[in-house]
């Protein structure tokens, strides 16, 4: 173990000084034979201790044993923090290839990617398992957690289309038109950032391009949603396509009404929508706010009571339940929103000229 820290001090001191290049030369031949897995020439460490014991030994000549044990064991601290530090950078380095950020367990510490609201991993990291004493669960995560990064990289790379990821009944902007190619958004209703891409989105003329559609993901937070309001409302336009959409996609679907509302909005007092269903809106409220959107789409008193009954069922927690399965297990993002278009994954907020260039 000397040789491998030796080396590495001996690297960064030859740079500034020739005298230390020829016991460089000595570390690395010793280095290449543990790499190799033969035994390290003895010399070398008798030598790398001897230099640096040598004017203690004629100074106070009884430290010297316990001076040269310390070394050993600065030795051993300074080789693991080496190994955990590669580790380290390797594993952010993978994140940041498969994830774009380079902290899966808190995505935004490391966000490297346009502006998103982001999605934290379920599971404890390895620092935190550690502290809890569970260091059998703390090896395990990790584990899991690089294969799960190894195994997504290779999506980074390949054509993605949209249609492959497409939610049961599914709605789209301004009504499905065959021929035109797909473009499905990852949103959170409560997400500042999902309502900047819808402004983009409109303003870009996207929808007039393709058949835009969307994936509602409510993101969790140890299991509530960070959003005061996002789960009632994905529940609300979940039950909204199916009552239109029975038939086939509506021709012009009510939740992307609710959406114009959400996201472009603003009430009479002039605070936007979304930031009220956050931050002021109780439950009640909420959901006496998303009917009377749904009577102003032109819905019945009965309509807008079927959809709300709908909306508290098992078959939308279940519709819902399928769409997180396609954002976590096949798209695999941690950013919100993501979209798919133009053969790419795109994650984060996308730019109106980047929109405009597609599909």
Request: hydrophobic share 45%; with cysteine.
């Amino acid at each position: 173990m000397p040789c491998i820290v030796s080396f590495v001090v001996l690297l960064v001191l030859s740079a500034f000084s020739a005298r230390h290049r020829k016991l460089l030369k000595k570390s690395w031949g010793c280095v290449t034979r543990r790499v190799t897995l033969r035994a390290c020439d003895s010399s070398f460490a008798d030598d790398v201790k001897t230099s640096l014991l040598a004017p203690l030994a004629l100074r106070v000549p009884r430290l010297v044993r316990p001076a040269s044990a310390a070394l050993t064991v600065a030795t051993w601290v300074t080789v693991l923090s080496l190994l955990v530090s590669a580790l380290v950078v390797a594993r952010g380095g993978l994140n940041l290839l498969a994830y774009g950020t380079c902290d899966r367990q808190n995505p935004q510490a490391c966000l490297l990617t346009a502006e998103a609201c982001t999605v934290a991993a379920d599971e404890p990291g390895f620092w935190e398992s550690l502290t809890r004493g569970d260091v059998v669960g703390a090896v395990r995560n990790e584990a899991t957690s690089l294969a799960s990064t190894v195994s997504t990289i290779p999506g980074r790379f390949r054509t993605w289309d949209a249609a492959d990821h497409t939610p049961a009944y599914a709605s789209f902007s301004g009504g499905y038109r065959e021929g035109l190619p797909t473009v499905l958004e990852v949103l959170d209703p409560g997400c500042v950032f999902c309502g900047r891409l819808y402004r983009n989105i409109a303003e870009s003329g996207l929808s007039e391009r393709a058949n835009v559609t969307f994936i509602a993901y409510p993101i969790l937070r140890e299991g509530e949603p960070q959003f005061a309001s996002s789960m009632l409302i994905a529940r609300y336009l979940t039950a909204i396509r199916v009552v239109e959409g029975e038939g086939g996609p509506a021709a012009d679907p009510t939740d992307w009404a609710v959406l114009r509302h959400l996201f472009t909005g603003e009430r009479p007092d002039g605070l936007g929508w979304q930031v009220w269903f956050n931050d002021l809106a109780s439950p009640a409220e909420a959901e006496a706010q998303l009917q009377a959107w749904l009577a102003e789409a032109g819905h019945d008193a009965a309509t807008v009571a079927e959809i709300a009954a709908l909306a508290a069922s098992d078959r939308v927690a279940d519709l819902l339940a399928a769409s997180r399965v396609i954002v976590e297990d096949e798209i695999r993002t941690v950013t919100i929103p993501t979209l798919i278009g133009g053969g790419g994954l795109h994650r984060g907020l996308v730019s109106v000229d980047r929109l405009r260039s597609m599909p």
